[in-house]
C-alpha cells in the first residue's frame, strides 16, 4: 500500500554509537506499579464486558496516581504507619440502554476495577499487606451511554482512530537495552524470589554506555523482614550483584560490563531497606505513563512516543495500539534476513479506520551486503500483513498477553 | 458523695404507660457498620499504643462515613457494581516526640485503622467480598504532639473529664425494648446464619406497643446466592417469622406480639434481596452515631443522649465513659431488692477527674412496699462503688468487651 | 380522624421539674456547619430539579462528613495549615429517561451540591477563606433511574412515606430551652458581628438547670486576626458575657442565670483562639444528625428522635417530615387558650399517604381551670388542618423557610 | 572541565529531515493543566518556605490527578453537571523540629498548596467557575522531618544530585516546533481572547512536516456561552485559521503550511463545544508529566527525557534542572556565530554536586565553514558558566520565570 514507506535509517548502528543511556522502572517502581494497574483494569474490564455484553465497550484506565505512604522500615521487620493510597480513573462505559426496552443496564466498572487492582497488587508487590498497607480508591467516571445495538452491528467491523497520533518502535534492541531489560527481569523472577526473597520489587535499572563499556547502575529496595543486619543487607547485595554479573554475560557480547547496586548506600544507616519491597511506601509517588514506553525500557537516545500505552482500550486508542503494533512490526521487520536495524513510526489519521495509517515510515539499517531498495518488498509485506491482522494486536492485549510497560 | 442525688422517678411504670417505640438497627445497617467500625478502630488503636509506649494516647475515631453502593441483586446471585465506599476519619497521635533525644516516632495509626476496619467488616458481613465489594480510604488526622513522659507521669492519675457533658442510661429493659433487641440478636446469630444463610445482616427491628400488644416490624435483607426463587424467598421470611415469635415468647410476659417481616414487599418484584445482606450496596449510606445508642436501643420515650459513644477514647471523653456507665450503674441499681426501675443520668464538668462528676442523679421507682428513703443508702453505695471503679470501665472498652452500640 | 389521639401529659410542667439539660450546638459547631450543609445542598437540588424538570425528584443528601484541619491561631491573626476536608455524599436522582424518545438526560447533581456547600460555607464561617482553608468534596451516588412521566402523573398525589418512623415535637419551650436557644442566636447575630467581630460562629451552649437556677456555660471560638492581646480577649469575653446576661432578662423570667464562657481557658495559653471561629480548624470533625434536634436544640430530658432532619427530602422522607410537622402542630396547638403544654408524636406507615400517619399523639398540660376534654376538638381541628396541608410543609422547606437543626 | 564533552551532531539539519513529528498540548488541555497545578504548587511551596524559614525546603509536587468532570455545552451555554476533580499529591516538608527548643512547627503546605491550585486554574481556566465545576482535593503527604539547623548550615553550598538522572535540550527550535509553539501560544494570548472569547483554552496543535510541507492540525475546545449558532462556530473556526495562517507566516521561511482546524467535527452534531473551554470538563483525564517537554514541547523525532520537569523542586531534582538548564545552555550555545543546531545531554551522579555533572554532552552542527574544533573553547566556555550558575536556574524557576511544559 501506498502509504508504507520504507527508508535508510541515517545513522551508525546503535551498538556502534559512543554514548547510550538506556533505563528501566523494575515491576515494583511506583510508576511501574500504576502502568500495571492500568493495564490489569484494563484487561479485566475487557473480560467483564465480553462476558456481559459479548463486546469490549469504550474505556481508558490509563489513569492511576499512586500516593506513597510512610514506613519504618527496620532490620528483622518493620511494620507500614500510613497505607500507599491508589486512586484509580480514567472512563468507562457504565451502563447501556437497550433501546427497544429502554431498559438501562448498570455494569460493574468499578468493582472490577478494584478487584483487578487488589489482586494485580497481591500478585506483584509480594510483601504488601493488601489488608493494611494499601488503599484502592476508585473514580473511574462514566463517559456517554453506549447503545448496545450500535455496538452489535459494527462488530466485525474495523475500528476507527480515536485520535491523530502516533507510535513508534524499534527492533532488535540493544546491548545495553537487553541488558538493561534482562537485568530487571532477572532480578524481578520468580527463581530470584525464592532464592533470594530480601530482593523487593522496586528495581531501577539504568544502563549508561560510553563505547564499548555499560555501568549497570541498579537501584533496589531490600525487604526487612528477611534481612537481620547489615551484614545480610551486604550479602544480598553481593549476590545479586553476582547473579547480574553473571546473566549480563548472555547478553554483552564484546561490551564490558560494570555493576553497581545501591550506589547511594551509606555504610552505616542509609541503606534502601523498605517493608515491603517498594519506595511507594515511603512517599514515592507514581503514575501512569511516567516510566517504561510499550517496550519496558525509556530510551532517550531514541525516537520514543509520551502515550501511555497501559490501560488504554486496545480497540482504538492508536496511543496503545499503534504503540505495540510498532514494536510488533519491528521485530519481524528486523528478522528478515539483511536488516540489521528497524525503526518503525505508524502516524494515524482520526476517524479512519486503524488497518488504514495515514503513514507507516519503515526504516532500515540494512546489513553489509542488503539495500534498502532489495528489502523493500518482504518488507512492506511484512507489515501490511499486520495492518491486516491489527484486530489479532487487540485480541492478544484482551487477553493480557501483550507487555504494556 | 454529696452529688450523688437519688431521687423518685415520677412516672408509671413504663410497661405500663400507653404506648412505646422501640428500634433497633442491627449490625449490618449501614449506621451500625459505621458504629462497629469505629469502635474496632478506636479498640485496635488501644491495643496499638500500648504495644508501642504502654499507655493509650488520645484519639476520637467517631467519624465513619459510608457511601453506599451500587448493586443488581438477582435470585441466584447477582453482583456489586459499584463499590460501598468507607471513609474514616477522626482525630489520632499520631508522632510522639521524646524530648530528651529529640526523636519524633511516628506510629501506625492509619494502617492500623485501615486494617481494623477490613477485618471488622469481613466478620460482620459475611456475603462482602472486600476484595471488590468495599473501599476503605481514611482521612484520620493529627491532633497535637502528644509528649511521651507527659503520659508516663500521668499513667496512675484519675483522667480529666474532656467535656460538659452527660451520660444517661437506665434498667431493666422493658419488655418491648427486649423484644427488640432479642429479635435482632436472634436473626444475626450464628445459630440462626448457620441454619438460614440467606438472612443478611442488615436487620432493622422497630417494636411499636400500645398497651399490651406489640408489633414487631423488621426489614431484613435477603441474601441472593442463598434463594433461587421467590417462593423460596418466601420460605425465608416465614422461616424467620416461626423463630422470632418462638423467640419472643421468652420475652413477652402476658403482652401479645405480633411479627411482620419486609412489609414492603411487592409480590412480585419489589422484595429485599440483596447480593451481600446489607442495603449499603444499593445507595444507603450511614454513619456513626445516628443509630442505637449505647445499650443497643433507639427509645424515643425514653432520656437519651445524642453523644455517639462508638469510636470515642475510652480515657476521658464523657460521651463514651458516661453513657456506659448509667448503664452499668443502672443494672447493678436494678438488681437492688426493692428497685422496679433505675433511670441514671451523670453530667461532668470539663477539666475535673472522671470520678467527680458534677451531679450523678440516680431516679428510681420503687417496688411495692419500697420507698426511696429506705434504698438510698444502697443505691448511693453501689453508685459509688462505680465512680471508684471507673478505670474499670476503660479497662473493659480498651479489651472490646463492651457494646456501644 | 380516628388516628389522632389526644391525651394528658403525666408530668409536672418542664419548668416545675427538678432539673433539666439542653444543649445547642451553634451554627459553627462541626456538626452543625454538616447539618447547615446538608440543608442547603437539599434545598438546591429541589430548586435545581424544579427549574430543570417542574418537580423534585428523589433524594437524601443527609449525609456530611467533616474531617477538621489543623491551624496555628495566633494573637493578631495566624494561619490555617490544613485545610478542613468536608466530604458531601447521599444520594440524588442524577438522569431521567424519556421513555418516548430513550434518551436520557443527566442532572447537574454534584455540581450543584458542591456550589451550595461553598456558597453556605462562605455565608456562615465568615473568617474562613474558601480558596485556601476548606475543600469540598463530593461523592453523591446516584439512586435509580428516575422515570419522568411517572413523576408527572403523580405530581398532584400526596406522597407515600418512605419508611416506617416517627417525628416528635413539643411547645412551647420551656425557660431554658428558650435561655440556650436565644443565647446563640445572640451571639450569632449580625449585629452581634458587627459590634464585636472577634466572636466566632463555633458555639455551643449548654444550659444545666437545678430548680429555678439556670447555668449557662458557653465555649465560643474566637477570631485571632481580631484579637491583639489576652486583655483583648478578656475584653470580648466580657462584652458577649455582658450582652448574654442581658439578653437572658427577656426569657428568664423569674429564675436566676449565671453565664460562664469558655471555662477551659488557662490564664496563660489555652485561650479558645481561632483562624476561622470553628474548631473544625483544628481537628474537630462533624456530621449530620449528631447535633440539634429540628427545633434547634438537644434536649435529653424530652423525647427526641434520632433520625437527622437536615438534607432529607421533603417530598416523603418521614424522619424529616414529622419531626418538623410535630413541632409545627405543637406551637400551634399551644397557643389554645387552656393548653399549657403541648407534646406531639407522629408515626408513619411505610407506603401510606403521608397525611394518613399510624398515629397522631398528642399529649397536653391544660392549663389552671381547663381539661383534655374541653380542649379536644379544638386540638384534633387544628391538628387535621396540618395533616390536610401538609404540602404546605413541604413548600415551605424547599424555599429554605424552616430551619432543621 | 573535562566532563564536558563537545562532538559533532551526526544527522542532517532537523528542517531538511524528510519528517517531524511535533506536538503541543494547550494550557487547557488536561495534561497542561495538571502541569501547570504542578508548578505553580511548587513556586508557591518555595515562596512559603522562605517566608517561614528563609529556605526553600524539600518537597516534589509533581503528581497531580485531574479527573474530568461531566458536562452538557449547548449553544448559547450550557452547564456543568460533574465538577472536574483535582488531587494534589506529591510530597512536602510539613513540620521542622528545632533542636534546641525541641519545638515542633507545622508548615501551611496543604492550605497552600489547594490555594496555588486554584488560583492558576481561575486564571487559566477562564471559563470555569471555581465554585461549581472544579474540586481542588490534597493529598500531599509528609516526607522526613526536615532540622532546621541542618539546613540553615548548608544554606550557601550547591546541592548534591537527588538521583542518577539526565536532562536534554536542543536549540534553536526547528521551524515546524516554531510553528506548533507559536499557534498555541497565539491562540491562548490575551489578545486572541479579548477579540475572539469563544476560543477556549484547550487547544492541542500536532504538527506533521513531510520535506517542505507542514499540516497544522488544530483541536480547539469552543466555549459554547459565546456561540448562538452554528454559524457562529464556524465563523469562530475560520477566524482562528486566518489568524494561524497569518501568524504562520513569520515562521514558515519557505516551507507551506497547512492549517486544520477540528477536522473532527461532522457538520451536524458533533462539534468541540465545551461549558469551560477544556476537555477535561467530559471526561478527559489528565495528569503530570504525559505532555510537553519542558521546552513546551513533544519531539518524538528528538531525544526527549521522561521526566516531568513541573512541580519537582528546584534545588536539587535532576529531573527538573538538568533538563531546563540542557534547553538554557543549548540556546546560549546555539547564538554562537557558527553554530548551526545544538543538541544537548547531561548526566547526573547522585550524590554529588549539581555544579559537577557526570557528563555535560554537547553536540552540534557547525555552520557551513564552521568546524567543532574551532568552536569548542567558547562553547565549553558558556556551558562551564551555566554549571558555575546553576543556582540561578533555580531562583528563576522559584520566582516563577521559567516554562516547564
Not at 541515517?10 to 493495564?39: F, L, M, Q, W, Y
Not at 563499556?213 to 547489615?230: E, F, H, P, Q, W
Not at 540489521?340 to 519503515?362: D, F, V
Amino acid at each position: 500500500m501506498s502509504n508504507i514507506v520504507v527508508k535508510k535509517l541515517e545513522r551508525a548502528p546503535i551498538n556502534e554509537t559512543p554514548i547510550e543511556i538506556v533505563e528501566r522502572k523494575g515491576i515494583g517502581h511506583p510508576d511501574s506499579i500504576c502502568d500495571g494497574i492500568a493495564e490489569s483494569v484494563s484487561v479485566a474490564l475487557c473480560k467483564m464486558y465480553k462476558e456481559h455484553l459479548g463486546v469490549v465497550l469504550h474505556h481508558n484506565t490509563d489513569q492511576v496516581e499512586l500516593v506513597g505512604g510512610y514506613a519504618y522500615p527496620k532490620l528483622g521487620g518493620g511494620e507500614m504507619i500510613t497505607p500507599i493510597y491508589v486512586l484509580l480513573s480514567g472512563r468507562a462505559t457504565m451502563e447501556v440502554l437497550n433501546r427497544e426496552t429502554g431498559e438501562i443496564t448498570k455494569l460493574p466498572v468499578n468493582s472490577t476495577a478494584v478487584n483487578a487492582a487488589r489482586e494485580y497488587l497481591k500478585k506483584t508487590i509480594r510483601n504488601a499487606d493488601l489488608e493494611r498497607d494499601i488503599i484502592v480508591d476508585c473514580r473511574i467516571g462514566q463517559g456517554s451511554v453506549d447503545l448496545v445495538e450500535v455496538f452489535d452491528r459494527e462488530r466485525n467491523a474495523i475500528p476507527h482512530a480515536n485520535d491523530t497520533s502516533f507510535g513508534v518502535g524499534h527492533a532488535p534492541l540493544s546491548i545495553t537495552e537487553k541488558l538493561v531489560l534482562e537485568t530487571e527481569r532477572l532480578l524481578n523472577s520468580d527463581a530470584m524470589k525464592s532464592e533470594v526473597p530480601a530482593i523487593g520489587e522496586d528495581i531501577k535499572v539504568m544502563g549508561l554506555r560510553e563505547d564499548k563499556k555499560v555501568i549497570l547502575t541498579i537501584a533496589m529496595g531490600a525487604v526487612d523482614r528477611y534481612i537481620n543486619s547489615c551484614d545480610d543487607y551486604i550479602k544480598v547485595k553481593e549476590i545479586a550483584k553476582q547473579k547480574v554479573e553473571e546473566n549480563a554475560k548472555k547478553y554483552a557480547g564484546d561490551f564490558e560490563v560494570e555493576v553497581c547496586i545501591n550506589t547511594a548506600d551509606d555504610d552505616k544507616d542509609c541503606i534502601f531497606l523498605t517493608v515491603t519491597g517498594t519506595s511507594a511506601e515511603m512517599g514515592d509517588d507514581g503514575s501512569v505513563g511516567r516510566g517504561n514506553r510499550a517496550n519496558g525500557l525509556i530510551t532517550p537516545f531514541r525516537p520514543m512516543s509520551m502515550e501511555a500505552t497501559s490501560g488504554k482500550n486496545p480497540i482504538n486508542h492508536i496511543g496503545k495500539i499503534y504503540n505495540i503494533l510498532s514494536n510488533i512490526i519491528a521485530e519481524d521487520v528486523a528478522k528478515i534476513e539483511g536488516v540489521q536495524e528497524c525503526q518503525i513510526r505508524i502516524l494515524s489519521q482520526i476517524g479512519k479506520p486503524i488497518n488504514e495509517p495515514k503513514m507507516l515510515s519503515i526504516e532500515i539499517i540494512p546489513a553489509e551486503g542488503f539495500t534498502v531498495e532489495g528489502l523493500n518488498v518482504e518488507i512492506e509485506k511484512v507489515a501490511q500483513k499486520w495492518l491486516d491482522n491489527v484486530q489479532s494486536v487487540t485480541d492478544s492485549i484482551i487477553e493480557g498477553k501483550v507487555g504494556t510497560f
